[in-house]
């Protein structure tokens, strides 16, 4: 589908100059039609995410796609007044009785480029906070879920005006393409490859980037952790939507002497979860799964103990060798490395030795581990014994470190994240900043400490 990605792009600019300062009214109003967007077409939603993946859980889909847009515009509207109103800041004795506030001002145009994983809440979500913020937002979803992508770009022309929200559909060349126009800010998920691809278009116009890219994120069960109870988090957290999250455990670290009783606890909560097909979710497409699939038959080819339930729920590999793809490339899938360490120490020098995650996840009520875990690793994310739900909890920042992403968004950090915190300095009538004026007199150095 061709699109005139200029001439759209200079038709948002023409309203955010007119407007350039949305009322609190518009933007809740603008906020109200996109949960009434969700809410009113919540059966086609599931039609065409379940078209578009062959197979997907609809109580999976309530929960990560349309639950999850429906709270994020809930938690907003309650709090948007707040998050709007400029607060004032403290002013150096020196140049009172001045005054300094800081005034959240729209930034103008946000561009958001979204995955195919969650294709209505990842591509909303980001939406959601550039509205927040005053904002007017340009969306190119995936081209790998057409029906998700086409029914968002028509729904989104019945709610919103295009000098609101546009849907840009297209292949990867109309995203290079869309990822060069000077956008404001730029909104990015996906992998860490391609996202080098679109820091380096948004460069050339200076654009500010947030990149969301996922990664290798480890989940270290600790000697003190109850084994079933760490298992049951880590197959939730694994299993959900197929393993295609990016907050998914790509590996599981324990303690050597631990290590078979881990399995167990795997394998007990993989038969609790995952009984059968019926709430599984396919993987995207047939080269995605071939993908997968190659990553446990180049493990079991390379001797590895590979224990499967089936393609429907997480395979345990059983200490795999560092040479394997399986402990290089993001997973993405339902592949799950469970690898044995000497001891704590090892395990956090394991994950220090790799790129920063976008999330640990640890499993420990030891709370100087605790400590130390937050002190001596660096990760977007750090999580004690649960997976996946810090992510739903709107008062914390969403975002990776590294070469898990940069920048952060969700509730009022997304609402910072797509304003522009504006300094504004308020100089009173009866000023004292004369005095600081040439001709510079000595009682000013002494008072400067400058002799």
Known sequence: MQHDLTGIFNAQRHAVDQTPFPTLGVRRTRLARLAQMTKRH?????????????QRSDTEIRLAEISAVL?????????????????????????????????????GIIGVISPWNYPWS?????????????????????????????LLARLACQYFTQD??????????????????????????????????????????????TLELGGKSPALVASDADMDKAATAIIFGKGLNGG?????????????????????????AIFQQRPDSREATSPINDAHRARVEGLLAEARDHGCRVIDHGNHAPALVIDPTQTLSVMHEEIFGRALPVIGV???????????????????????????????????????????????????????????????????YHGRHGFERFSHLRGVFYQTKHATSRLLQPPYRRWLMKLLRLR
């Open 342 to 408: 000497k001891n704590i120490e090892a395990a956090i020098g394991f994950m220090n030795a790799r790129p920063h995650a976008l999330v640990v996840y640890t499993f420990t009520n030891d709370k100087t581990l605790q400590t130390r875990l937050l002190q001596h690793t660096r990760s977007g994310a750090l999580v004690f014994n649960e997976t996946l739900l810090h992510h739903a909890v709107p008062t914390l920042p969403f975002g990776g470190i590294g070469e898990s992403g940069m920048g952060a």
């Open 42 to 54: 919540q059966h086609e939603i599931v039609r065409a995410i379940q078209t578009d993946f062959g």
């Open 71 to 107: 709270q994020a515009v809930r938690y907003a509207r309650r709090h948007l007044w707040h998050w709007m109103r400029p607060w004032r800041v403290g002013m150096p004795w020196r140049l009172l009785p001045a005054r300094a506030r800081i005034a959240p001002q729209p930034l």
């Open 164 to 209: 609101e929200l546009v849907v840009i559909q297209g292949d990867a060349s109309t995203a290079q393409a869309f990822s060069k126009l000077p956008f404001d800010h730029l909104v990015f998920t996906g992998s860490t490859s391609i996202g080098r691809h679109v820091a380096s278009a948004a460069a050339a116009n200076l654009t500010p980037v």
């Open 244 to 268: 295609q999250t990016c907050l998914a455990p790509d590996y599981v670290l324990v303690e050597s002497r631990h290590l078979e009783a881990l399995v167990s606890a795997l394998s007990r």
């Open 122 to 150: 990842l591509a909303l979500l980001p939406v959601i906070d550039a509205f927040a913020a005053g904002n007017v937002v340009m969306l190119k979803p995936s081209e790998l879920t057409p029906h998700t992508s086409a």
